[in-house]
């Protein structure tokens, strides 16, 4: 089991960014493609990027062109650099590593990002 801690949300106007934070408890990390998940209030999280272990990037739809993801093998962490934020990005983020049907481990705490008008 790989256990994460997410961290670097918070209250952000529409427009600014945010940096968030995983840091992945176990070397496992480094073989793994790794994503962000954005929980709304209410549904199911949603993958919004995603990183293989070799670096190549995957986005949702929505996020295209404003978030960016990356990883840092040594320092078992993955980031998710925020811009433009908009309203809608209102969430709960969580890391964790996506299937082909949903994530393979259980949630961290996440850190809620929350973007007012």
């Known amino acids: 089991q790989v256990q994460f801690v997410e961290s670097g949300g918070g209250l952000v106007q529409a427009g600014g960014s945010r940096r968030l934070s995983c840091v992945a408890s176990r070397r496992t990390f480094s073989i793994n493609t790794m994503g962000w998940f954005g929980q709304a209030q209410g549904k199911q999280p949603d993958l919004v990027a995603s990183i293989s272990s070799s670096g190549v990037t995957d986005y949702a739809d929505s996020v295209k062109g404003r978030f960016i993801i990356s990883r840092d093998n040594a320092k078992n962490t993955v980031y998710l650099q925020m811009n433009s934020l908009k309203p809608e990005d209102t969430a709960v983020y969580y890391c964790?590593?996506?299937?082909?049907?949903?994530?393979?481990?259980?949630w961290g705490q996440g850190t809620q990002v929350t973007v007012s008008s």
């Open positions: 964790n590593a996506p299937t082909a049907i949903g994530w393979r481990y259980s």
